[in-house]
């Protein structure tokens, strides 16, 4: 072997990202000893149960489990995207939904013949008539793409993702990592020990005086930060002043009937309120700016709209909106909470963590820590975090409610001239150009656009060389496929029945 190889990873924090990060780890890199070290009295946010498509990847691929069983144990059901209700202006609905929006015709994208039979008074003004997951979520349907599907089937390629308990996916982690090798340290630490001559982490030290020695560390210790932010100093980069929601109070309660196959997001006075169905109860959680609402109010705000009885005491987080200047520095490099926050608008904290994963397995270091691996790395890092920040305050951004003081804000406020250039394009010519490797796709952003109440103004020169009646048959066959496909779905609850209910919670 090597002498410069990395031999000895410590990962500092459990919860999804840092046992995400030890199964990941101890799995690709078998000659690695790989160490954990969390503390029971620090407990974990564990608010963050709802995900995009690509974790279904991640999961099956990068941790080896198995759906199902995943599913089972985490009290797991699907997704097939986001409804946004109240966002645009009061009374507004919309889905952002995980597929491709209709069927490009040549070098047209579909939204353009949409545009098309939409100024002229035929298409319908909710472009989510045209996504597969829209129709069937709607309807309350769900199914993953069957073997026998046609390749040209909408049903041979079901985009979805999954709502999970946070807190059973990280002991279902656990337990996985423990069997394969990850060892387990209990305990608080309180000291981070520096190399003096080039100071690199050396060591964690804990409360009893353990010392926990390692080539690379893993930062997963959540808002603390304790090695990225507190020891090794690297500045924070706020973003409040673009999405000013610094505050979310959360409670489980009773489900009213059985889960819906997405995420429910409703824009409030001053922030929005989440809900996601599980197997066994329903997430909710009122995301707010203290700046327009008291804490007080917005905690009556959320168990007034609580569709069953709460299972537990509301819990307050408080947070700030930002990311650190560098993900990676010297021998560190962190990952979800540690390294930034951005609120779960578009489910995307455990995305972060994930892609981190993925990102760090393809530069993966030795001792001599290259810092031109470590500088692609970071590079990488900030733009996606920065295209994702664009895709949430485009939310806030693009809104005419003036009903409260907190959307006024919004609507008037100043944004990154990269957010701005999208807005631009888009509503002047229903454009919308992919930016390098940025993990939301142009049906994602066409989507919310739209939905946002951002109608472009004219449609693409290209249509004029196009008969209007193809145009029209083309949408109206669209159409036509998609009601077909949704028909042949069974309902969610039937699907999760026969593949992966989970056992009942002993309450």
Not at 18 to 45: F, K, M, N, T, Y
Not at 86 to 96: A, K, N, P, S, V
Not at 186 to 208: N, Y
Not at 356 to 364: Q, S, T
């Amino acid at each position: 072997m090597n002498p410069d190889n990395i031999t000895s990873i410590v990962v500092v924090g459990g919860g999804s990202a840092g046992w995400s990060a030890a199964v990941a780890l101890i799995r690709h890199l078998p000659h690695c000893r790989v160490q954990l070290v969390e503390s029971d009295e620090i407990g974990i946010v564990g608010v963050g149960e709802a995900t995009v498509p690509s974790v279904r990847t991640f999961n099956a691929r990068v941790l080896g489990l198995d759906e199902a069983d995943f599913l089972r144990n985490t009290q797991g059901t699907f997704k097939l995207g986001i409804q946004f209700r109240d966002w645009g202006r009061l009374g507004d609905t919309y889905m952002h939904g995980f597929g491709a929006v209709g069927y490009d015709m040549g070098p047209l994208a579909f939204h353009q013949l949409w545009l098309r039979e939409l100024h002229a008074g035929r298409a319908n003004a909710d472009i989510g008539r045209y996504v597969l997951q829209n129709l069937a979520a709607g309807q309350g349907r769900f199914m993953s793409a069957p073997s026998d599907a046609p390749a040209s089937s909408p049903l041979a390629d079901i985009a979805y993702a999954y709502h999970f308990d946070a807190s059973l996916y990280a002991r279902y982690l656990r337990a996985r990592a423990e069997q394969q090798g990850v060892v387990r340290h209990e305990g608080r630490v309180v000291d981070v020990q520096l190399r003096p001559q080039d100071g690199f982490v050396q060591a964690v030290v804990m409360a009893d005086g353990r010392r926990i020695e390692g080539d690379l560390f893993i930062d997963c210790s959540g808002f603390a930060s304790l090695l990225l932010g507190k020891a090794l100093d690297v500045p924070w980069v706020d973003w409040s002043r673009w999405l000013p929601c610094d505050r979310a109070v959360a409670v489980p309660c009773d489900p009213a009937g059985p889960p819906e196959p997405f995420t429910r997001s409703t824009a409030r006075t001053a922030g929005w309120q989440w809900h996601i169905p599980l197997q066994h109860r329903v997430g909710n959680g009122h995301v707010y700016s203290s700046a327009f609402m008291e804490d007080a109010q917005a905690t009556d705000t959320l168990m007034r709209n609580l569709e069953g009885a709460p299972r537990a005491d509301p819990r307050l987080l408080r947070f700030a909106t930002g990311r650190r200047e560098r993900f990676w520095e010297r021998n560190v490099v962190a990952m979800g909470l540690a390294s930034g926050f951005m609120e779960p608008l578009e489910s995307t904290s455990i995305l972060l963590v994930h892609n981190a994963l993925l990102r760090l397995l393809d530069v993966f270091p030795d001792r001599r820590f290259d810092p031109a691996l470590i500088r692609r790395y970071n590079e990488a890092t900030v733009f996606e975090w920065e295209r994702i920040r664009d895709f949430l305050i485009l939310h806030y951004k693009a809104t005419t409610r003036d009903d409260s003081a907190f959307w006024r804000h919004c609507a008037a406020m100043e944004i990154p001239d990269s957010l701005q250039q999208v807005m631009d394009l888009f509503a002047g010519s229903g454009r919308y150009h992919r930016n390098g490797e940025e993990f939301f796709a142009v049906s994602s952003w066409v989507q919310v656009l739209v939905g946002q109440g951002i109608v472009p103004q004219r449609e693409h020169p290209l249509l004029e060389a196009l008969p209007e009646d193809q145009v029209r048959d083309f949408v109206d066959k669209v159409a036509r496929v998609l009601d077909h496909c949704v028909g042949a779905m069974p309902t969610h609850q039937q699907f999760i029945d026969r593949y992966c209910v989970a056992p009942p919670v002993r309450m």
